[in-house]
């Protein structure tokens, strides 16, 4: 059971209300069909507050670019399937938010929160999208996003677009969403839905999770379709979820993963299991004689002292259920990571590196993404460097134009130029024993572990732990390799109930500074 949380712990402005008497504050999904069963409550009623809230609370995080004006009535129609007896989901009346890189053939614009893209018309739903539709989930908005999800530039500000603001971090709002999923974090930590969806190329939802304070899959590239989502890199993206509880993120990969004739990747996962995945949801007996490896070199000495304390506690907490945390290593740790614990992007020969292929992967997939779209000039990448340039004070095109990307659009204009996870899994101790390793645990706001696993296409799962000394949210996340959902699901729900029994519950934000005037431009560094 979660803890009270009292009216006083945060501004006026961000409580939740009741619905009809019912309290709804960090309402899970399996408590929401609870209610609709009962007839408590309605898919119609609780859409309706969700609308109120982003109403109420949006103003201040900027974390919505867009509301679908068709949500009640569609909330309507479902409401009339339960009273007939179909339910077609645990996601069906449940209201969600996509990023809006997704492509929705509905009233809404699809964007990637720029403005060149405003009118243009999507041939149909992404796949993703399709499956959330069949599950039953209302598709309530689309999140704000980093513009083009953080390709555009090598310096810019973290989920900011011209279209949609600067999206503000619920714990802090002076304070980094990071990105470029965090508009999609933020409406599930400041309770706006309990479920939404993000893409990641490289650490776009583990990152923004782990500093909101919510829970964030990224699943192995292949498992979830990218047809129809405006592309960064075919070899790197993948789609995943954000919920406040590991089951409620896990409730959302359930109906968004599976094969689709669109997406070559899903064809080539032939080991990839398709299945039910709360069925490895788990509890914290079963933690005992579970072996993780803690990364040290360049990854946990490089923790922030504070970090580091609020994830210590929940290691000692782990340990004491009879689980063993063995100290492990990267092979390629001195390579792949700077002193600093910053990733190095253009490690290995030029046609190689990371963002190398990320340039060529982006030029191709942008331009047959946009030669699809209807009712738009916009074609190519070229014309989007126009249009850029012809309209630089919101799209800031060069150096200069504005503070959210002062490096311009260079990394457009380059493109237009242009295994250490398994490793490290397979420990070998002083002793030369080998230990195979049920996880790796990280917690990187850097991004190494993230970056790692993003270059092996590999999954991650990270939960809320703590709070670092400024009141953010601290993350500690799981790693596993390809088509290991299962096994990460596993681990993270019974080192979440572990957390429960320190904590409570999942750190909640507090919303400080939510009266500052001044804009938090979270500056990141891509090369």
């Known amino acids: 059971m979660r803890p009270p949380i009292l009216k006083q712990e945060v501004p006026c402005t961000f409580w939740v209300d009741t619905i009809q008497g019912e309290e709804v504050y960090e309402i899970t999904i399996i408590e929401l069909q609870n209610l609709f069963d009962r007839g408590v409550l309605t898919a119609t009623g609780y859409t309706a507050f969700c609308l109120e809230r982003i109403q109420k609370v949006d103003p201040f995080l900027e974390s919505i670019i867009e509301v679908n004006p068709d ?61 959330l539709r069949e599950a039953g989930a209302i598709i309530l908005g689309h999140a704000n996003m980093s513009e083009w999800a953080s390709v555009r530039s090598k310096i810019y500000s973290t989920s ?23 508009g999609s974090a933020v409406t599930v930590s400041s309770n706006i839905v309990p479920l939404s969806f993000g893409t990641e190329t490289d650490t776009s939802i583990i990152g923004p999770a782990q500093i909101n304070g919510v829970v964030g899959i990224k699943p192995t590239v292949g498992l979830t379709s990218r047809a129809g989502i405006i592309p960064v890199s075919e070899s790197l993206d993948t789609v995943g979820t954000f919920g406040r509880t590991v089951l409620d993120a896990v409730q959302g990969l359930n109906a968004i993963a599976g094969k689709d004739y669109d997406d070559q990747a899903t064809q080539d996962s032939r080991i990839a299991q398709y299945c039910d995945y709360t069925s490895f949801i788990s509890s914290k007996i079963d933690l005992k004689g579970a072996k993780f490896g803690l990364p040290i070199k360049r990854c946990w000495d490089v923790v922030p002292k504070d970090q580091k304390q609020a994830v210590s506690k929940i290691l000692d907490a782990i340990t004491a259920t009879g689980a063993e945390i063995i100290p492990t290593e990267f092979p390629c740790a001195e390579e792949r990571i700077q002193k600093d614990g910053a990733w190095n992007w253009e490690f290995g020969v030029p046609s190689e590196s990371e963002f190398t292929i990320v340039k060529v992967e982006a030029y191709n997939g942008i331009n047959e993404y946009l030669s699809k779209l209807s009712e738009t000039d916009v074609k190519t990448l070229e014309d989007i460097v126009a249009y850029n340039l012809d309209n630089r004070g919101s799209e800031g095109a060069q150096c200069g134009d504005h503070p959210a990307f002062p490096s311009g659009q260079d990394n457009f204009e380059e493109i237009l130029e242009c295994k250490g996870i398994d490793a490290a899994l397979c420990h070998r101790a002083a002793s030369g024993e080998v230990i195979m390793l049920d996880a790796l645990i990280m917690s990187d706001r850097k991004g190494v572990g993230q970056q790692m696993a993003a270059q092996a296409g590999y999954p991650i799962i990270t939960i809320p732990v703590g709070l670092d000394a400024a009141g953010i949210s601290v993350g500690m996340s799981l790693h596993q390799t390809a088509f290991h959902e299962g096994v990460l699901v596993k681990w993270a729900s019974a080192i979440e109930e572990v957390r429960n029994e320190v904590l409570g519950w999942r750190p909640m934000p507090k919303y400080h500074f939510y009266h500052s005037k001044n804009v938090p431009i979270g500056k990141s560094h891509t090369t």
């Open 160 to 182: 900011y677009s011209p279209r949609g603001g600067q999206v503000r971090n619920s714990f802090n709002l002076s304070s980094s969403p990071f990105g470029s999923s965090g």
């Open 71 to 131: 949500a009640m009535e569609i909330a309507l129609k479902l409401d009339s399937e339960r009273r007939s007896g179909r339910v077609r989901s645990m996601l069906h009346g449940v209201p969600v938010i996509v990023k809006d890189n997704m492509a929705t053939k509905d009233k809404m614009q699809t964007t990637a929160g720029s403005w060149a893209l405003l009118g243009s018309k999507v041939p149909k739903d992404a796949f993703v999208i399709a499956k």
